[in-house]
């Protein structure tokens, strides 16, 4: 039996409530809620090490170290500058259904 496919709002819903429990705590002056739109660096303050515990708390959540998060915070060799909500669930969307 295989497990149904992850739709984009399962997803979107799962990157949200972690991010929500991750940044619930912290000080920071962004109140306008997580949506698609919301950046990692600029909005929700992460800092390098905050992106490795979003790595990690992702991989828990769904009980896999599989994801290729390389194509998601990297572009031609480099590491992107800022990564948004959306980005993160189009590419774990993309990552649960291949």
């Not at 619930?24 to 809620?33: K, M, N």
């Not at 060799?77 to 993160?88: F, L, S």
Request: charged letters at 30%.
């Amino acid at each position: 039996m295989s497990t149904p496919p992850a739709s984009v709002d399962d997803v979107r819903r799962d990157v949200t409530a972690i991010l929500t429990d991750m940044t619930r705590d912290w000080d920071t002056t962004f109140d306008g809620g997580i949506s698609d739109q919301t950046r990692l660096i600029a909005d929700l303050n992460f800092e390098s090490i905050d992106v490795v515990q979003l790595i990690t708390a992702i991989e828990e959540h769904y009980g896999r170290r599989d994801f290729a998060f390389e194509q998601l915070l990297m572009e031609g060799g480099r590491y992107v500058d800022e990564v948004t909500v959306g980005r993160i669930v189009e590419f774990l969307h993309r990552q649960l259904n291949r």
